[in-house]
């Protein structure tokens, strides 16, 4: 049976618009409503902190703390989390040296890495910056289904940041005319093994969600998804992983002149891209019209927090902004039914109440005016 994990009380300070703010929550999802730059997102932001990485709008820290303030912020939070109530603060200071850097204490003491957070949270999300996953830059898919895969396997991020900094050192080495097979064979042999890790992983993410999509699609309300990755070792499939390797070290070494003239590394995890089709019609997403892709989107997201509900027994927490915007009303209850059936905690928000009315009292109402907070 999945368990719920929920946010208890979050104060933020000198955050975005927010000088002093607080919340004390009840476990029931949480709707923001309040007009275009009250600090609903803002608010999402913060949340979104609370797990790996630079948040739902990869800002860098030095746009985060509150504009007229210090260069610091803080985060707190209490939470009923996968290994029970925990106390986490996230926030920034200047060093020394006069660097701005992220510090995390859970329950009193310094982590050890942000990874730590998923020992207590998983924490998905959907913006509008999203809507043009599918007709945006492969990056973004990438970026994207990176982050699916993180919320399972906390691992996944230090071997993309190891592949990167292995893959900026074949760079530097070849841009400066260093062609020592010693140096290369080595970093291009790290490569190869992380390469394939990464491109393992995402391949099993989405071998794990076109189950539960297909699972799904008699019942759903939202078009299905159907999920491939090209570009990378397409026949990752019918090679093990060993003989993948050694063919991504053939081809490296093959291609040092070649990506020393392109001034980057041509072939790679990092080419990749996640190729989505609407099932229904047989249609790339792409060609799909925005409201259909909005609704693929949805769909998508809601089968990876089933997913990780699943693989992890504990359900996580949604930050889905301005979600029922472009819904209809029958719509838009179906999506809070099976938001609701997840069994976590969803932050939603919007600018008209009403839009949230078949929440019912499943739902806190929260008031965003100005960086306050009237529950």
Known sequence: MT????????????F??????GLVLDGRHVVLVGKNGAGKT????????????????????SDMPRIGATDSFTIFAAVEGMNGEADIGT????????????RLRINGSPAKSVDDLTDHLRILWLTPAMDGLFTGPSAERRRFLDRLVLSLDPAHGRRANDFERAMRSRNRLLSE???????????????AALGVAMAAARREMLGLLAGLIEADRQTSPFPSAE??????????????????????IEVLAQSRHRDAAAGRTLEGPHRADLTV?????NMDAERCSTGEQKALLIGLILAHARLVATMTGFAPILLLDEIAAHLDEGRRAALFDRIDALGGQAFMTGTDVAMFSALGDRAQIVTVEDGSLDV
Request: zero cysteines; glycine letters at 8%; proline letters at 3%.
């Open 227 to 248: 999920l491939s990755l090209t570009g990378f070792l397409d026949e990752l499939g019918e090679l093990p992983a060993f003989e993948l390797e050694e063919r991504y």
């Open 277 to 281: 089709r609407h099932i229904e019609k």
């Open 42 to 61: 803002n608010f999402m932001e913060a949340i979104s902190l609370l797990s790996p990485g630079r948040g739902l709008r990869r800002a860098v820290l």
């Open 177 to 191: 005319g260093r062609f020592d097979p010693s140096w290369l064979s080595g970093i291009e042999q790290q490569m």
């Open 91 to 102: 926030g920034t200071e200047t060093t020394e040296d006069g660097n701005l850097v992220r």
């Open 3 to 14: 368990q719920k994990t929920f946010i208890q009380r979050l104060k933020l300070t000198d």
């Open 16 to 21: 975005r618009n927010y000088t002093q703010a």
